[in-house]
């Protein structure tokens, strides 16, 4: 009975709830968790499959900030799902906002 108390004292010291990986994971895009932490956060994301959802985005998300305006009218400019009208579009938006910079 002891050591089962023990056990779950362990447990709780390791695992993450949600509000707490999702935390870690908004670190870990600035670089900024040590590796106890990133063990803990790839145990909880193996389980959950919303905090999993949520890194996939807020990956992308960065991602796509770090695009440079001109890169990203670039690629929309080239991408062959978009059509003609909404390249206008996008490109006219990009622009309002490097314009605003």
Not at 10 to 19: E, F, Q, R, S, Y
Request: aromatic share 4%; hydrophobic share 35%; charged share 35%.
């Amino acid at each position: 009975m002891r050591y089962k108390k023990v056990l779950v004292k362990m447990m709780d010291a390791v695992m993450l709830n949600c509000d707490q990986a999702s935390l870690l994971i908004s670190k870990q895009l600035d670089g900024k968790i040590s590796w106890i932490d990133k063990i803990r956060l790839k145990l909880h994301l193996l389980n959950c499959e919303f905090c999993n959802r949520f890194n996939l985005q807020s990956k992308k998300i960065d991602e796509i900030l770090k695009i440079s305006p001109d890169d990203l009218s670039h690629k929309c400019i080239h991408s062959h799902k978009i059509d003609q009208k909404s390249k206008k579009k996008i490109i006219k938006e990009i622009n309002k906002l490097s314009d605003n910079q």
